[in-house]
């Protein structure tokens, strides 16, 4: 087994994912069990997430459970958190990310109840998210009476077919709530704080002015460009890297 | 008296019922002295629940006030609860709850103030409450100007004819505000928690869209009965028992 | 001037008026420099109330400004709040009264802005406030371009004709904000802080169900009566005194 | 170099500078690297401003950048707020203005997005803003894609034509967020502060009635006059000197 993967490099992982999803309660996303969090190692195949049901209050780094991408738990004394599936679809969709949250964070559940896209009203959206926060379609009861957590999952890879992941980070799951992903487990929750904002600010926008459309491309295009694109100049120089 | 009933039990169930009261501030709920929690030794027959209008600044448990179901006093030296009435009803029509709670929580209280039913819009609100959370009709004059808290229970009691109270773990009184019951009295807490979540979560969805129904009843009862049911997969194997 | 009045009386007056300033902040009612809590001594025919201006960070006892009902400065270094003359003239047309409130927290705020009073849509509105909470007419411009801050002292007193100014412990001044009294400075700032609740839980009733409308009489008179009736039962033995 | 400008002087300004951008987490205006501050001297033409795209965390004096009026950086290891070129368009629009903030606090920037002014809707108001806060029109592509910081400065001087900058010190970037200003950085921090608020309760004022229109142009009068104006007797003698 030893030869199989670094337990330092999965002792750290299990570190930064269990501070994670502190992070989670600390940013207020979450009560009581109302999320979870993953990270992977991508050459080792190694996933690993919260247990299920278990209070932040009580969380320590080695009671996270350690998974490969078939779902089989290789380390850990409890159960994984009953999102595990949907984690595992996206990590096989998504070859480039390498933490990802689900959250019942209070707006964007409210889009995902109202089955909503969250347009792009403004830079702060378009700073982070290029173009509409989709919202997935609502699953085929087969689906739900299936492989439920598993079928949320390709809902998610479908839906976001044609939109590039890395530059549209999250999504809403219809009547359900927000899934975000990102490079690491904190640029991950990172994303899930900014979607929650921008759900509420969308909110506010709309029932200001019912009528309001979306940003003109010209100005989503520069401010999502001038922190991501090649020519980015948004941010230090040392960031650059970090970014792509 | 010393016969009747076991002193560590109900000194226990004191001190669960005035932390439970805390926590009612803890968790935002309550302002000044509006809510209330209570818990029962079933066995005993004894009710414990937090004295009126009392300042949770202050509150320690020997101030907890002691009652019988017929609602004699049978020990404390404050006046117990103005809604000890309502309590009792609850406690008798719904034989295996263990803790009650009534607060004037902002959203619950709005829904209530608006005399709607709170529709069951995601999986948040089906992972604790079965279908949609309802709304009493109002107490008539006669109802009012006669044993009002008693009233109060029973005009709960009517509109649960037909519902299971342990999958709707909670109510909304129509121009008063939220009920919510659970095993012991930190489950009743935790119920009114979530109340108050899904209240705000409803709000805002249906702000967004007017037009929006409910969820579809496949993946109402698939997050309801992976988390309750009997063949309920979610948390940890130990939880199950106290889950049921 | 030993002769007039009692300085340890004064003293106290003092440190409850400061005291019940600090409170507005505490409670989140006011930010900056946005509120005013004064008090009186009835037998004295002295007012005590916060400097115009100053910040909360740095209020102590003895910057509280102590005038007469025709307001003359008879202590203190500072200038008084520029509401002084408002609150003059209701402690001169209220005569039982011991505090007065004005602070612009934001719900309350909004209904005066948006010029409608609160109607008494639940039990939490009628346990303080007796039937609607009243928005003053608007101040013409010949009463604004005169005595500004008399006239709406004045405006506020002719709001109240034919209402019980203790059982209607607060006003909302159109386009301005609330108005609260009380027995002492901080019964009315208690007063103060239901008010903002209450107005808010209206704000989320009324959008929730636009066509909503106040609750039945007997029951605003159940709850408001059972608080501070004759025969009132909420509350402990001690505080019935204290209540009237 | 040393003759150029006073080392001192231009410390106290670094401190007071990074301190004010601290107060925008504080007063909760700002959300990771969302907003930045800067503060001129201007008998030297140096403005002090936040890197970019750096955690408030880890915020210190000495990583503020000092640039002159052309946009030359002068001092500092680190890039400028990319919002720089819209600063230093203000600080020539604006001769007397002595700090610049710019946020995306949540309520002001839903109006930003809306595209709607915020009209003065109560004293609350017009105790600081004089009239209502205007909202610029939307940029053309070919602004976004020129120069796009040092346009959006421009359309903010252009939109504020007729407008007196110090009676109005502030104003929103149509799909985009405030900008406030005044005699030094905290001021302005102050008048973001304020905006905030007053966006907040224009939404409420909004929603609870549709058809409110602006206050009456004698109360807007006497509510800014009152604390700005020659005869001001709002707050201590000793204010009116740095109010104007």
Redesign the interface.
């Known amino acids: 087994m030893a030869a199989r993967y670094d337990e330092i490099k999965l002792g750290r992982l299990k570190e930064e994912v269990c501070e994670a999803n502190l992070e989670l309660v600390e940013k207020k996303l979450v ?2 069990t ?1 999320g979870n969090v993953s990270g992977i190692l991508r050459e080792e195949g190694l996933v690993v997430i919260k ?4 209070s932040y209050d009580n969380l320590v780094p080695n009671m996270m459970v350690v998974l490969d991408l078939s779902g089989n738990v290789i380390e850990g004394n ?2 994984p958190s ?1 999102d595990t599936p949907t984690h595992l679809e996206l990590y096989k969709g998504f070859p480039e990310i390498g933490g990802i949250v689900h959250t ?1 964070s ?2 964007a ?8 896209p969250i347009e792009c ?4 959206h378009s700073d982070y998210f290029y173009h509409e926060i989709p919202c997935t379609p ?2 085929t ?1 087969e689906e ?2 299936g492989d ?1 957590e598993t079928n949320t999952g390709k809902v998610i890879l479908r839906t976001m077919e044609g939109r590039d992941y890395k530059a549209m980070p999250g999504i809403l799951v219809a ?3 927000p899934f975000t992903w990102g490079k690491d487990p904190f640029t991950a929750v ?1 994303n899930s ?2 979607l929650e ?1 921008l759900a ?10 019912q009528d ?1 459309t979306g ?2 491309g ?2 989503m295009d ?1 401010h999502y460009l ?1 922190k991501h694109g090649q020519n980015a ?5 040392a ?1 650059k890297e970090q970014k792509k």
Chains 1, 2, 3, 4 share one sequence.
């Open positions: 009560i009581y109302w247990p299920s049901g278990v409890y159960n009953s019942h209070t707006y559940t409210a889009w995902a109840q109202a089955k909503r009203f403004g830079t702060t609502e699953l009861p739900i009476g439920y009547n359900h709530g990172h704080v900014v904002e509420r600010m969308a909110y506010l926008t709309l029932t200001i002015n309001i940003i003109q010209a100005l520069k001038r100049y948004y941010g230090q120089p960031d």
